[in-house]
């Protein structure tokens, strides 16, 4: 599976978490008022900022970074546990003898009927990802 093509990148949805707008409210309000202690206000700042850190979508980075090491990764004959390490986080034995992969971005990939019977394509898989709005 060395294909950087298979993996998906979902679209970047920016979003802001009701915590980080209610951290933003209330700074406003002690800064709106005459008389607040700079301590105080220094530390809703930063859990406010650190909030702000954790609504920070990582997802379109993990996929680039997995395009990347498939892009640089060799077509190979035999199986590379490195390989697989830094790149599938779950395998998946269907009741039917299916195998899915899932990588790291938590994409699913499996292998299509049109491939399953010749062992020159079997990185070629159908990708998977109904849960996200994705391009590439």
Do not use: W
């Amino acid at each position: 599976m060395a294909l950087p093509e298979l993996v998906q990148i979902s679209a970047k949805v920016e979003s802001t978490s009701v915590q980080t707008l209610k951290a933003e409210n209330e700074i406003a309000r002690t800064l709106d008022t005459l008389d607040y202690d700079k301590n105080t206000l220094r530390k809703k700042m930063l859990e406010c900022a650190s909030l702000r850190y954790a609504d920070i979508d990582s997802a379109p980075y993990i996929a680039h970074r997995l395009k990347a090491v498939f892009a640089n990764a060799e077509l190979l004959s035999t199986f590379s546990l490195p390989l697989f390490k830094r790149t599938v986080q779950a395998v998946h034995l269907e009741k039917d003898g299916a195998v899915i992969l899932t990588l790291i971005n938590n994409q699913t990939i499996r292998k299509d009927d049109e491939y399953a019977a010749n062992s020159n394509y079997s990185a070629e898989s159908g990708a998977e990802n109904p849960s996200e709005n994705q391009h590439s």
